[in-house]
């Protein structure tokens, strides 16, 4: 497998997450996507406001924190080509990381090595310079920022 970097993508989540409760299927929450910028030797541009992650939460055997991610972005790419992105993903988040999160003066400053944050996204696209696009499956591993998340996507090949 060879991976190839794309870009560092920052999505800004504005408002934090809104909780919707437990319910029999887990604990549902919901990210709106506020914007954004991405940066890389493929791809460059803004994260368009609009899209959302709706994410569950629960717990391992180990008692660590787990969570799911279901989200959809629109990338528009420095030459203004437009892309869909969805991707998926899990979390593990140690207890001593999640209060750390929790605290305005720490939270986008967590070394990312003491927790897991991965995406495996796949993108749509009208666009016949990122025609190619259409084609791959990136991985992301990501962190926390003041702002949201940042993710580092590479191309699977």
């Known amino acids: 497998m060879i991976e190839e970097h794309l870009c560092t993508i920052d999505f800004h989540v504005e408002g934090g997450l809104l909780a919707l409760g437990q319910s029999p299927f887990g604990e ?6 506020s914007g954004g910028t991405f940066e890389g030797p493929k791809l460059s541009g803004i994260v368009l406001p609009g899209g959302g992650n709706w994410s569950r939460a629960g717990r391992l055997a180990s008692g660590e924190a787990v969570g ?3 989200a959809r972005a629109v990338l528009q790419t420095h030459d203004g080509a437009r892309i869909y992105m969805t991707y998926a993903g899990r979390s593990v988040v140690p207890d001593d990381v999640r209060a750390e999160f929790g605290d305005p003066d720490k939270a986008g400053r967590v070394d ?3 927790y897991y944050l991965r995406i495996a996204p796949v993108f749509e696209t009208a666009s016949p310079e990122y025609d190619w696009l259409n084609g791959i499956l990136a991985i992301g591993k990501g962190e926390r920022t003041d702002l949201g998340a940042r993710q580092h996507l590479y191309a699977v090949r």
């Open 28 to 33: 549902q929450r919901v990210g709106y996507i």
């Open 68 to 70: 799911t991610f279901d």
């Open 112 to 114: 990312p090595a003491r």
